[in-house]
């Protein structure tokens, strides 16, 4: 079954700075691939997600790319401001698992110090 | 918006209590899930459904099971709850089966003592 692993569990960055958390996934057939912020006391909230047929996708801040050669995705968060820090969760959608399981990472802590 | 509501933000319980985790959600979405979160493990699926009266296991289901009579509300039921299933519980939703995104709750945070 689909595994993901996500890089790093903490990361503390300076107001200003860019932020850049990583994510492997094992099952080749996987198409989809959202990103989840969640702030303290809240649940986790959809930030931006990609899908297979595509590289790159930007949000204002935020950015995502996907390498599916080396089945790796990463979030990328430009001009850190103290709202950004949150945990952060990478997932994966394995297109042919019959039912639907979203794969989780393991979680990114983003510490943005002002 | 979506909004998926879990009915209790703390709960504290003993061991072998049964426990209930209620969750309800106003969009009409077809698709819900009940996840256990706890450091370092990221979110892992417990069980989800796909319609009402209709369930299936996730990736840790033991210990647990959950109700589904009707379409708004998903319930997860603690047999007889455990210390080791002292965690943060959340609840989603999707109106989807394949790749759309996942609508969370706020949590439900239990402690078993």
């Known amino acids: 079954g689909e595994n993901v692993e996500q890089h790093p569990s903490t990361l503390s960055v300076q107001e200003g700075d860019s932020a850049v958390i990583k994510c492997t996934y094992s099952?080749?057939?996987?198409?989809?691939f959202p990103w989840y912020k969640q702030e303290l006391g809240k649940g986790p909230q959809l930030i931006i997600d990609?899908?297979?047929?595509?590289g790159e996708k930007k949000d204002q801040r935020i950015a995502v790319t996907l390498n599916k050669t080396a089945k790796h995705f990463s979030l990328h968060i430009t001009e850190t401001q103290p709202e950004d820090s949150a945990v952060y969760f990478c997932?994966?959608?394995?297109?042919?698992?019959?039912?639907?399981?979203?794969?989780f990472g393991s979680g990114t802590r983003l510490l943005v110090r002002p | 918006d979506v909004k998926v509501t879990q009915s209790s933000r703390y709960l504290v319980k003993r061991t072998g209590e049964k426990v209930f985790l209620e969750c309800v959600q106003d969009?009409?979405?077809?698709?819900m899930f009940w996840y256990r979160q706890d450091p370092g493990l990221g979110l892992r699926l417990i069980y989800f459904?796909?319609?009402?009266?209709?369930?299936e296991k996730g990736d840790i289901p033991e210990g647990y099971s959950v109700s589904r009579e009707k379409k708004e509300r998903f319930s997860l039921i603690l047999e007889s709850a455990s210390t080791n299933q002292t965690s943060m519980y959340l609840c989603?939703?999707?109106?989807?089966?394949?790749?759309?995104?996942?609508?969370f709750g706020n949590g439900t945070r239990l402690t078993v003592t």
């Open positions: 990609i899908r297979s047929n595509v």
């Open positions: 099952d080749s057939a996987s198409n989809y």
């Open positions: 997932a994966a959608f394995p297109l042919m698992d019959s039912s639907y399981k979203l794969i």
């Open positions: 969009m009409d979405h077809e698709n």
């Open positions: 989603a939703s999707t109106p989807d089966r394949g790749s759309s995104p996942l609508h």
């Open positions: 459904s796909y319609d009402v009266k209709m369930k």
